[in-house]
């Protein structure tokens, strides 16, 4: 297996086009030794929207069992069935989404879609710790989203699993949007014996 071939999407929303975000995210994800092999800005249709969060009945009725579970463990109660809770969340997202530019990436390397998942921190902006990029960047909640029906500006989205970044990615990506080069940090990153250092 090529540990360092796992890629991952990692999509910038609205929220943090808008706040000049872009570069304080993209290099969050370089520093750390991710590669960008795929980088577009685009306003997202409905339809993509769909294809990203809501592709078929099983998936909504998961995103609003998700949703339920994760304010039952916030100690809020949402007294509505996991359907009905998980297409509040896609109408929100779409509004949301499709409001004006976002920025699609697939990164590459190592462990990409946990290293992702670690740099950006929990769904919940409120939740996620200092040093991650939702805990850094923004004090949304869901309480607070909620209270406004729109959906939580948390700045990012990632894949949450190698299946998902598969299907994400196709989404977003044609196969010729997609590069393949070499970076020469990756000389540090994965050459088992840093040859070719030396003159």
């Not at 929303?13 to 960008?36: C, M, T, Y």
């Not at 577009?40 to 949703?67: M, N």
């Not at 309480?143 to 989404?171: C, G, P, T």
Request: charged share 30%; with cysteine; glycine share 6%.
């Amino acid at each position: 297996m090529n540990f360092q071939k796992e890629k991952t999407l990692v999509l910038i929303k609205p929220d943090a086009v808008q706040r000049s975000l872009i570069g304080e995210i993209i290099s969050r994800f370089e520093r750390v030794g991710l590669k960008i092999v795929g980088l577009k800005i685009f306003i997202p249709t409905e339809k993509q929207i769909k294809q990203q969060y809501a592709p078929s009945k099983e998936e909504i009725e998961s995103l609003g069992r998700r949703s339920i579970e994760a304010q039952a463990k916030l100690g809020r109660q949402i007294k509505k069935f996991p359907y009905e809770q998980g297409m509040i969340i896609v109408n929100r997202l779409k509004k949301f989404m499709c409001s004006g530019p976002i920025v699609g990436m697939i990164l590459e390397g190592n462990q990409a879609i946990e290293i992702a998942k670690k740099l950006i921190g929990t769904t919940e902006p409120l939740n996620s710790d200092v040093g991650t990029i939702r805990g850094d960047y923004t004090l949304d909640s869901y309480e607070m989203a909620d209270a406004d029906d729109r959906s939580v500006r948390n700045l990012i989205h990632r894949s949450a699993s190698k299946q998902e970044a598969e299907n994400e990615i196709k989404i977003w990506f044609k196969p010729e949007e997609i590069v393949n080069y070499k970076l020469i940090s990756e000389k540090i990153l994965y050459d088992v014996n840093l040859d070719g250092i030396l003159e």
